[in-house]
């Protein structure tokens, strides 16, 4: 079992910034295979970016230049370092842990709101 705990949302004006943890506990030896997700209302859940299996990062096309996942394996954690915040990136931002092999665990999300 693994256990995703995010935090660090909240509300922030256009342009600004914020920085999002996800930290994992229980059957977890790597930060590969985690990431961070979203959802607005009315929305599909859609990828935001993870650090693949393989160690490589991908991005969503809205937030290249913007957003930047980094992670400490150290403390089993990573995170979401966004800037230049627009209000389409309100959502409820989740984290996901997916091992090579078993389960998809995920987080209980964190609000992100963008408004002035």
């Known amino acids: 079992q693994v256990q995703l705990v995010e935090s660090g949302g909240g509300l922030v004006q256009p342009g600004g910034s914020l920085r999002l943890s996800c930290a994992a506990s229980?059957?977890?030896?790597?930060?590969?295979?985690m990431g961070w997700y979203r959802q607005a209302p009315g929305k599909d859940r859609e990828l935001v970016a993870r650090i693949a299996n393989s160690g490589n990062t991908d991005y969503a096309d809205s937030v290249k230049g913007r957003f930047t996942i980094s992670g400490d394996n150290a403390k089993n954690t990573v995170y979401l370092q966004m800037n230049s915040l627009k209000p389409e990136d309100t959502a409820v931002y989740y984290c996901?842990?997916?091992?090579?092999?078993?389960?998809?665990?995920w987080g209980q999300g964190t609000q992100v709101t963008v408004s002035s």
């Open positions: 996901r842990y997916r091992p090579t092999f078993g389960p998809t665990y």
């Open positions: 229980g059957s977890i030896f790597s930060i590969n295979g």
